[in-house]
C-alpha cells in the first residue's frame, strides 16, 4: 500500500474503562479512515465486553468489508471492520456511518469523508527532480556568467591599463606614459594609438 494521503478519526467512549474486569462494558467505539493511491480504507473499531457487532450504512458501490476479532485477557473483545473503497473519489463528501451493536443497544458514528491533500508519489517525486534540476541549472549559469564576467574584466584590464614603470622612462629621457583605452598619454598631451 502506497502513501497516506488524508486522515481523519471520531472516538467515542461509553461507560466504563476497559481495564475493570466488572461485568459488561460499554462499547468504546472508533471510526477513522485514510486515503491510498488507489483506493480508501474506513475502519471502525469497537471494544466492550461481551463482544460487539458491527455493521456499516454506506451508499455507493466496489466497497469490500473485513472484520477482525481480538480477544483480550480481562474479558473484553475488540472488534474491527475495515470497508475498502475501489473508487475513493465516489465516497468523498458522503457520509459512512458505523452501527455497534452491544447488549441491543446501537450506537452510531457518522463521519463525512474529505479528501485532504491528493496526491501521487511518482508526481511529488516528479516535482521535487523537477526543482533540483532548475536549482542546478541555475547554479551553473549564475557561475558561468561570473567566470565570464572575470575572464573579461582580466582581459580589459590588460587592453586599458599598460604601464611603463616610470624608472624605465627616466632613465632613458623618455616621457612617462600609460596607455588607457588604446589612447597614450604623453605627460599632458593625447595621441590616440598608431
Known sequence: MKGVTSASSILLVLGRSQEQPASASLPTVFLHYKFFEDHLNITCSANARPAPVISWKVSGSGIENSTEV???????????????????????????????????????????????????????????????????????????????????????????????????GESHGLPTSHWVRNVLIFANEICTEP
Request: charged share 15%; hydrophobic share 45%; glycine share 4%.
Open 70 to 168: 481480538l480477544f483480550h485477557p480481562n474479558g473484553t473483545t475488540s472488534v474491527t471492520s475495515v470497508l475498502q473503497v475501489k473508487d475513493p473519489k465516489r465516497q468523498v463528501g458522503k457520509e459512512v456511518v458505523c452501527q455497534v451493536l452491544h447488549l441491543g443497544n446501537v450506537t452510531s458514528v457518522t463521519q463525512t469523508v474529505h479528501k485532504g491533500f491528493w496526491f501521487s508519489v511518482p508526481l511529488l517525486l516528479s516535482i521535487v527532480s523537477l526543482v533540483i534540476l532548475l536549482v542546478l541549472i541555475s547554479i551553473l549559469l549564475y557561475w558561468k556568467r561570473r567566470r565570464n564576467q572575470d575572464r573579461v574584466l582580466s582581459d580589459s584590464a590588460k587592453d586599458y591599463f599598460l604601464e611603463l614603470p616610470t624608472s624605465l
